[in-house]
């Protein structure tokens, strides 16, 4: 309808939407490419039609073009030359004071960093993000960005490399934030059960209740397969995981360490499967 009355604002709005919930909402990464590449097509043919600047084109084109970074960069694809990467959308953001686009780089180069694992890349970056949950919202990228601060969190205060006023800091950052998205689940949001009990889990690894931690978990896994959020399953599986790992069993560790490789497969993340793959062979 946008394209059809001449509203290329919300033409452009609703497809940067419906590129990044796809992303966001775990449908398999290979529709990525299929969704931008209908997206960009309909933007060049209103441009063609109506003359337009471009100047909204070229905004919401780095929006579609967040989503293929990540997708790329979880299948193992490797940048076009001179294709813009996380950090030139960022410089643009930056020049333009487009405080949005800002926020959407880092909410997606933070979700990279916790897909894959480093952790302590993750927290300097949430640092260095500073208050992008402000800017996003309460929309799907908002609670996304809660979820993956509150991880965080909690991760960086299990790490022993804080001291222990830091670790305090990080507890207490992550038991603020899952107090919002507790809140939202009371409200009666069903998209964020399932990171509630994932946080839940990590929470209780932190304080040492091993059976809540394991019983969280597979609250976790069971409610993401249930509401069909395949990444964050997948995430779960890998927790479970590399937690029940450590505590000595290495036969449900191992369990859970298949489930992950084959979640994530289904996703498409070819080259999460090659890192998960390598760290079971050199276990």
Not at 6 to 11: A, K, M, N, R, Y
Not at 13 to 33: F, W, Y
Not at 57 to 69: C, K
Not at 235 to 255: C, F, I, K, M, V
Request: aromatic share 8%; charged share 20%; hydrophobic share 45%.
């Amino acid at each position: 309808m946008g394209i059809k009355h001449g509203d290329i604002s919300s033409t452009g709005l609703n497809q940067s939407l419906l590129v990044s919930h796809t992303l966001l909402a775990g449908r398999p990464l290979e529709e990525m490419d299929e969704y931008i590449a209908l997206n960009v097509g309909l933007q060049n043919e209103y441009m063609t039609i109506a003359g337009s600047s471009g100047a909204l084109q070229t905004h919401y084109s780095h929006d579609f073009h967040l989503p293929h970074l990540v997708a790329s960069k979880l299948r193992g694809i490797e940048l076009e030359e001179n294709e813009l990467g996380f950090d030139g959308i960022l410089r643009i953001a930056r020049e333009t004071n487009n405080a949005g686009l800002q926020s959407h780089v880092f909410l997606q180069q933070l979700d990279l960093e916790v897909i894959f694992s480093k952790w302590e890349a993750a927290s300097a970056l949430l640092l260095e993000a500073n208050d992008v949950r402000s800017i996003l919202g309460v929309a799907f990228q908002g609670i996304r960005f809660a979820f993956i601060e509150a991880l965080i969190c909690l991760k960086a205060a299990q790490s022993s490399s804080s001291g222990m006023i830091s670790r305090w800091k990080w507890k207490k950052r992550g038991i603020r934030v899952m107090k919002i998205i507790r809140g939202w689940v009371e409200l009666g949001n069903p998209n964020v059960i399932h990171i509630l009990h994932l946080l839940e889990a990590e929470i209780a690894i932190l304080n040492r209740y091993d059976r809540l931690a394991e019983d969280s978990f597979q609250l976790a896994i069971n409610t993401a397969s249930a509401n069909g959020f395949l990444q964050d399953l997948a995430l779960s599986h890998e927790l479970a995981s590399s937690y029940l790992t450590n505590r000595g069993d290495s036969s449900q560790g191992a369990y859970h360490m298949e489930q992950a490789i084959k979640y994530y497969s289904e996703w498409g993340a070819t080259a999460k499967v090659d890192q998960l793959k390598k760290r079971s062979a050199a276990a």
